[in-house]
């Protein structure tokens, strides 16, 4: 089940100003910058950055994952491995909210978000 309009409004907030702060100074944001979305029941963090082989081309690096799963009431933390695909992230691999989500991110006890 998505979240709900409320629920969505308040990822964006906070999400958007953890973002915000994250990100790279202006002058840099066209070779490396910082994004997320919400997709369902998923927050996802980004990085773009331009195709080292075609100017122009931008692609995106996830960064983090958390999908909030309601009947439980807590998010769930996921990062992405070389294999592409998202595994849970273990250290902490569930939390109450989405402050708590940042907070892990933001850590990054064992560099697998920002590396």
Same mark, same amino acid.
Request: overall charge neutral; hydrophobic content about 35%; proline content about 4%.
């Given at each position: 089940?998505?979240?709900?309009?409320?629920?969505?409004?308040?990822?964006? &907030?906070?999400?958007?100003? !953890?973002?915000?702060?994250r =990100? #790279?100074p202006?002058?840099i =944001?066209?070779e490396?910058?910082?994004?997320f979305?919400i997709?369902g /029941?998923?927050?996802?963090?980004y990085?773009?950055?331009?195709?080292?082989?075609?100017? $122009?081309?931008k692609?995106?690096? #996830?960064?983090?994952k958390?999908?909030?799963?309601?009947? /439980? $009431?807590?998010w769930?933390? !996921?990062w /992405?491995r070389?294999?592409?695909k998202?595994? =849970?992230y273990d250290? /902490?691999a569930?939390? &109450?909210?989405?402050?708590q989500?940042?907070e892990?991110?933001?850590r990054?006890?064992f $560099?697998?978000?920002f590396g």
């Amino acid at each position: 089940m998505a979240l709900s309009e409320f629920e969505i409004r308040r990822c964006e &907030k906070l999400v958007g100003q !953890y973002v915000e702060n994250r =990100r #790279p100074p202006a002058h840099i =944001r066209n070779e490396l910058d910082l994004a997320f979305r919400i997709k369902g /029941q998923s927050v996802e963090i980004y990085e773009i950055r331009p195709l080292w082989r075609e100017s $122009g081309v931008k692609i995106e690096s #996830p960064v983090a994952k958390a999908t909030y799963v309601k009947t /439980q $009431g807590i998010w769930k933390i !996921y990062w /992405q491995r070389a294999d592409l695909k998202w595994h =849970r992230y273990d250290p /902490q691999a569930e939390v &109450k909210t989405i402050e708590q989500f940042l907070e892990v991110v933001e850590r990054d006890e064992f $560099g697998c978000f920002f590396g």
